[in-house]
């Protein structure tokens, strides 16, 4: 009850702050519009040979882990601000909850997702995706889950590097890969065998596939099993370690 | 009499990598500390001596690597939220984004010590009216002048009503006139709120000006604890310097002086040394100059200030120290930034 409390405020605050500036907010949600509008159309020809038949079924739900993982990896630049004006301190020196302090951003974070993520699957369906109604609810929660993990890493990294120019590059680093071997923009079954095995070890791929999965209402197989696995297990490492730097001393 | 901070043997150590060298610096080095309820403490140091790294320990913000200390009655490592609880902290960089509205801020803070808005809300207002912060309530800091916001972090300290209050350099950086307004709401928090008052500086006349008492912080140590005039009284003697007319007779006022101050300084044409109880014995010196002929262009006494403490505990005035200091405080920022 208290937590709950605890985390609203920070909740409230952050999300006044966001509204204050909606300039961010907008390019948040031009973002999947553009990519759904403007590289949409080159799957088209191109989705028969991945062994789909709806280019916007197969596209919506990587463009939504996309949106989920990229966006909120940024959530940390905004606490260096904080950080730097003082801000974490304050906070930190009330009696207030340090998992509050964490998860009251992550929930802006969250939320921003969700409106982008109603968005991005609402023009799917006007362009013509063909999901189910509750493959596309239970693939949107689990974007909101990959989502949540991601912000907290990026706001325990932006409070243990405390520096935009250190924390960039790291991110950076971190989303080629990602991007890359996740099947994101192109199914990892086009490719070559040891680009496929390695994709194997990339945790991301597997909740690509997962929300593909439930997109095209397969629940039946053991990829929805294994993304929610990775979904659930990456957003419990990643709070972890953000209410560790929060109460961390030197932080 | 009962203790608001009780400190025993606080060290902190930072580490820091240079390269490939790890270097460790002793930022706090065994540091002791009273404080009264109801005091008004001064904790007075250059940079880089260790006052932020004491305060960040009693305010729960840093773990002590050792020693333990009790901050109103609570142990600051295992009872950290109820010390959270009780005492307010204006930390040098205040804590108030400077983009959002100033009272949404210090409502949002309140909060977060479990008061209801409604409550906060009236308290703000009244904190705001009486730190002269009336009609900012929706301003941006960041469009506040210098004075009006430490005005604002104030009010952000004091929003939950702590008995405690700790401030961290409380008027760096301000005008004069700033500066004598915030001492002035500095006094207010003993003489209207009863609160007990731990503040660092490294302002002489600051800590002169508010402090009941001055803990003097050089290089992690406290080197002295004591009423400011306690502390000038440890100098031995005013300075009295003698400005001689005809300097040829500069040596026979020199010898006039020494036989009162033991050890003289000259310097073109003044004399100075140190007098114990200059105001008693200078008259004494004058009609004896007098008497032998020497002509005085003019004649100074200074009562020993404490930057003249500073030198005699530590070799070194209060000036110099800051400038050997700001390395230090560069090596504390800088372990600051290595995520350990």
Redesign the interface.
Known sequence: M?FLR?SF??F??QL??NL??PAWVIIGMLQPVLYLLLFGPLLKPLVKQFGADNAYTFFVPGLLVQLGIFGAFFAGFSLIG?W????I????????SRTALLVGRLWRDVLQLFVQALILVLLGWALGMNASFRGAVFGIALTLVVGAACAAASNALGL????EDVMAPVINMVMMPVLLLSGILLPMTIGPDWLLNASDFMPFRHIVDAVRSSFGDDFGGSEIFWGTGWALLLCALAVWWGTATFR???A | MTLMIEARGLVHEFHTKQGREKKSVRAVDGVDLDVAEGEVVGFLGPNGAGKTTTL?ML?????PDEGTAKVAGYDVVTQS??V??S?G?V??????????RAG??VM??G????RSKAEVEKRGKELFAQLQLDGLWTRMPRNMSGGQKRRLDIV?GLIHEPSLVFLDEPTTGLDPQARANLWEHIADLRTKRGATVLLTTHYLDEADALADRIVIIDKGRIVASDTAENLKAQVSGDLVALEVADSSRIGAAADELKRLAGEVEVEGNQVRGRVARAGRAVPGLLRELDRTGIELESIEVVRPTLDDVFLTLTGRSLRDADEAGSEATNEEGA??????
């Open positions: 208290r605890e405020i920070v409230r605050r006044r702050m204050r500036n904080e730097r004006e003082g801000v301190e304050a906070e930190r020196v009330t009696p207030a243990a590097t405390k520096s961390k001393e030197s | 960040r305010t729960t913000l840093l773990h939220e109820d959270r609880r005492i902290y930390s040098q960089t205040g804590g108030v984004f400077s983009g959002a949404d801020e949002d803070h909060m977060l010590y479990g952000m372990a600051d930034e290595v995520p350990a």
